[in-house]
């Protein structure tokens, strides 16, 4: 126990965040929060805090702070709207599994729930927000405050990784009471590998011809048991974003989304560790007849919604070793698939380089971004194509929004993600659309001078709507094209330094200047409208 003493709801909170190793919290101010706002200016030594020109911005920067780290991103933004601007990147949170912590207030507590109409109310923002997150929760008074963020830290470590939000009332943010700040956060351990379903997974596993591993952010901390198992099984580890990376792709072993169809069609059991297997069961759809599923999951209701032939409830690093203990004993050495792999690979990448002009500039980005450097997609031409012509050799190098596919995402998370990471490189593409979502957060990367090299990809247009509306509805264009502004004068404006690449080669050249500058960089690349051979066949080969 430590010493009680006289605080604030706002100073205790600001006390959990710095004993939890929170180093950076992003956010806008406002009336509601000025007591917990005031109070990290005490603790501002530990606890950095970022400024934003949108909620939006601060969420999706404590999003790719949280994506690209495995700790918690925290923000704060004032109740009611703020609450509702930060929505997109609190869904995507939850969609992408990231450890997300959101701080914001409330009304006065005699006020909330009876309609009167005061500044920022919502009729029920608490259930708001616990239907955006995985857990929320109010502090009534500052006595509560210590346990109330002693459990949100709980929540953000223990299970499976989702965004969680701690709201205030006004009054209570700045309301002292002698409590003891210092209350231990204990995570919930995972449960233990079942040793009676590890041994139904061995019996699949021993008749198995040509088995499949497929892995998800939920497998980030067992890489080294996950490419173990590809080597005993002689399987090929295939991805679709988060997990992008467990098993690099310059291994053998490593598939991407599109690489891994072939080897699909032939698979006879999948192991399915941390995901939710939407590439198999939603996008290649065609299951191989007899196919068997062995899934290990730290989430419960997974083996609800999609049920395995044989089903463990653990951790990812646990489940892993611990069904390569029983299995090596068990299984004969097979032959290696390695040199049919790489041919595989080969013959896919080959496959795709008719995808332009994307592969072209996929490219020369790889060429440029060291491997460990990290490289954030959009929800775009470029964006979509880099989900299997963008080679990821390292986990959580590949930030993705996961299946919100929320336009607009990318930039406003690569500041998160540089932030986070300010010794490696970061890289942002991006349509002119997307872009444009958070076209504002420009000023707090020249602010902050955050070294984010973000590539526009300006087709004039919604791309991929246009292309839809071409393709489907007989060229009935509408809401599709756009007018743009001059995207190099426009980040000058702002402080950031600009240049424009029209090729691949002059992209090249502009990138390799890009990460030699010390301060955030934009890159025009314009491009002709609906130039762009479609992603989608090798997205959703089945549809
Ligand atoms: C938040 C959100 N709004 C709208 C959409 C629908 N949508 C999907 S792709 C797209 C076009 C994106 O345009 P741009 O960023 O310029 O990329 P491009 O396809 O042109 O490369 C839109 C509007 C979406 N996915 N997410
Ligand atoms: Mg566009």
Request: hydrophobic share 40%; with cysteine.
């Amino acid at each position: 126990m430590s010493k009680p003493e006289t605080l604030s709801t706002g100073q205790a909170i600001a006390r959990s965040l710095v004993r939890n190793g929170v180093d950076t919290v992003f956010g806008i101010p406002g009336a509601h929060t000025y007591d917990f706002i005031d109070a990290l200016y005490e603790c501002r030594d530990r606890i950095r805090f970022i400024v934003n020109r949108h909620e939006q911005g601060s969420g999706y920067m404590a999003y790719g702070y949280a994506k690209s780290t495995g700790r918690v991103g925290a923000f704060t933004c004032v109740p009611g709207p703020g609450v509702l601007n930060a929505g997109a990147a609190l869904c995507t949170a939850y969609g992408a599994n990231a450890p997300v912590l959101c701080i914001t207030g409330n009304i006065q507590s005699h006020n909330i729930g009876r309609g009167r109409g005061i500044l920022h109310e919502l009729p029920d923002q608490l259930a708001t927000l616990r239907g955006l997150t995985k857990w929320s929760e109010r502090i009534n008074h500052p006595s509560e405050a210590p346990a109330v963020m002693a459990e949100a830290f709980r929540q953000l470590a223990s299970g499976r990784m989702r965004p969680v939000a701690v709201e205030a009332p006004w009054d209570v943010f700045g309301a002292r009471a002698l409590i003891d700040p210092e209350v231990p956060m204990q995570p919930v351990p995972p449960p233990q590998p079942d040793p009676e379903a590890i041994a139904r997974a061995v019996a699949l596993l021993q008749n198995a011809q040509h088995p499949m591993i497929t892995v998800g952010s939920g497998a980030i901390g067992a890489r080294a048991e996950v490419l173990e198992l590809a080597q005993l099984l002689q399987a090929p580890v295939t991805s679709h974003r988060s997990g992008r990376g467990i098993v690099g792709e310059d291994s053998p072993y490593g598939f991407s989304c599109g690489a891994g169809i072939k080897p699909w069609q032939s698979t006879d059991v999948l192991i399915g560790i941390g995901t939710r297997l939407e590439l198999q069961f939603l996008r290649w759809i065609r299951i191989p007849a007899g196919l068997k599923v062995i899934r290990i999951d730290i989430d419960a209701t997974e083996m609800v919604r999609l049920k395995p032939d044989v089903g463990m409830v653990t951790d990812a690093k646990l489940g892993t070793r611990a069904l390569l203990d029983a299995l090596s004993p068990a299984l004969a050495k097979r032959p290696s698939r390695e040199a049919e792999f790489k041919a595989l690979k080969s013959q896919f990448r080959q496959e795709i380089q008719k995808v332009q002009p994307q592969m072209g500039f996929l490219d020369v980005i790889r060429a440029v971004l060291p491997r460990d450097g990290f490289f954030v997609e959009e929800i775009s031409q470029v964006g979509f194509t880099s989900r299997f012509g963008f080679p990821v050799y390292e986990p959580r190098t590949f930030v993705t929004g996961g299946y919100q596919d929320n336009v607009g995402f990318g930039f406003m998370t690569a500041l998160g993600v540089k932030i986070a990471n300010p010794g490696k490189p970061v890289v942002s593409v991006t349509g002119d659309g997307g872009f444009m979502f958070g076209v504002m957060e420009l000023a707090t990367a020249v602010k902050y001078d955050i070294n984010l090299v973000t590539i526009v990809f300006n087709n004039s247009s919604y791309g991929n709507v246009l292309r839809d509306q071409r393709n489907v509805y007989k060229g009935r264009e509408i809401g599709s094209s756009l007018t743009n502004p001059d995207f190099v004068k426009l980040a000058e404006s702002f402080g950031a330094a600009a240049r424009l690449a029209k090729t691949p080669a002059e992209l090249k050249a502009v990138l390799e200047w890009a990460f030699a500058q010390s301060g955030p960089v934009l890159i025009e690349v314009p491009t002709e409208r609906g130039c762009e051979i479609s992603p989608w066949p090798f997205l959703h080969p089945n549809l």
